[in-house]
């Protein structure tokens, strides 16, 4: 069997905050593969822990956390992991390609309201992280897609918000994932996000530098 280097670029979701940053200039990657190649994501930093400039710097390019919709909080803190709540694409309040993935939504536009969800996500939970504690790596990342029967891409829809927090957090922004299709969201949101991170005490982050 002979195998094939492809190398290919991400073409998803760039904000000019993200130009501006630098953090965008390596977008490639390269995958060895014995038939198709497989679906585009972009290539992690590699940072070996987020330290707090680090920190700072993912802060500068995320949104304010958002206020919740209803009665809950936006994200808690449980011992070393930090829930969040379900978050919609929205934009300084403003619901972002509200409708459903096929039927009006398209991939691409579900692709980026993931990648606006999870920016939210990532805020909520870095905000209630407590004076003590780290963020260390997002566990567990799920994606509620807002979708007619029979559509099945899912995961290529899922693939905005896993792109975004790579991109921000570098191999700490690889999380499990779950994509499940749904009937219906709140305010007919094509997509809802929300996150499983873990933290790590002040003192194990002094030990591991």
């Known amino acids: 069997m002979s195998w094939n280097v492809v190398v290919t670029e991400w073409s998803g979701c760039l904000s000019s905050a993200e130009v501006r940053a630098g953090l965008r200039s390596s977008w490639r990657w390269i995958a060895t593969t014995g038939s198709s190649p497989p679906r585009r994501t ?3 930093t590699g940072w070996p822990l987020l330290s707090d400039v680090d920190l700072a710097e993912v ?4 949104p304010p956390p958002p206020p919740p919709q209803g009665g809950y909080v936006s994200a808690v803190v449980g011992g070393t992991l930090v829930m ?3 978050m919609t694409p929205r934009v300084d309040g403003v619901l972002q390609h509200v409708g459903r993935l096929g039927a009006g939504v398209t991939i691409a536009q579900g692709r980026s309201a993931a990648a606006i969800a999870a920016e939210n996500a990532l805020s909520a939970a870095i905000s209630v992280v407590p004076p003590d ?5 997002v566990l567990q990342l799920r994606v509620y897609v807002n979708a007619v029967p029979g ?3 899912h995961s290529a829809v899922a693939d905005g ?3 975004r927090l ?6 700490h922004g690889a999380a499990a994932r ?11 949101a094509c997509v809802e996000v929300e996150l499983c991170c873990s933290l790590l005490g002040r003192d194990a982050v002094t030990r591991e530098e």
């Not at 499940?180 to 969201?185: D, H, I, K, R």
Request: hydrophobic content about 40%; glycine content about 16%.
């Open 166 to 171: 790579h991109e921000l957090l570098g191999e």
């Open 59 to 62: 802060r500068g390019l995320l």
């Open 133 to 137: 504690q780290r963020l260390d790596r």
């Open 161 to 163: 918000a896993s792109a």
């Open 42 to 44: 972009p290539g992690w």
């Open 151 to 153: 559509f099945g891409e």
């Open 84 to 86: 969040t709540a379900g």
């Open 178 to 188: 779950v994509a499940v299709g749904v009937a219906s969201l709140p305010k007919s």
